[in-house]
């Protein structure tokens, strides 16, 4: 689990609300997945995956595998 925080301006000012986690511009991976495992007033919770491409036939594994996590946080005022 990551635990992701909003910048430290806004928690003087604002809460977190909810938010949402995903992966994105991902290359060569065979599964992926991210939750939000809970919300903290300044931070959200993350656990994530990512799994490369299997070996191929003559054992080369496709390199290049990645991905970016994206947490989406909806503040509202303190």
Known sequence: ALRVPIDSNLSA????????????????????????????????????????LDRQVFGNCPGGGHGTLVVRFQLVPK
Do not use: C, M
């Open 13 to 52: 000012q604002f809460k977190v609300q909810s938010a949402t986690a995903t992966i994105q511009d991902s290359s060569n991976l065979k599964e992926v997945r991210a939750d939000v495992v809970r919300t903290e007033p300044d931070a959200a919770v993350v656990q994530y995956s990512i799994a490369g």
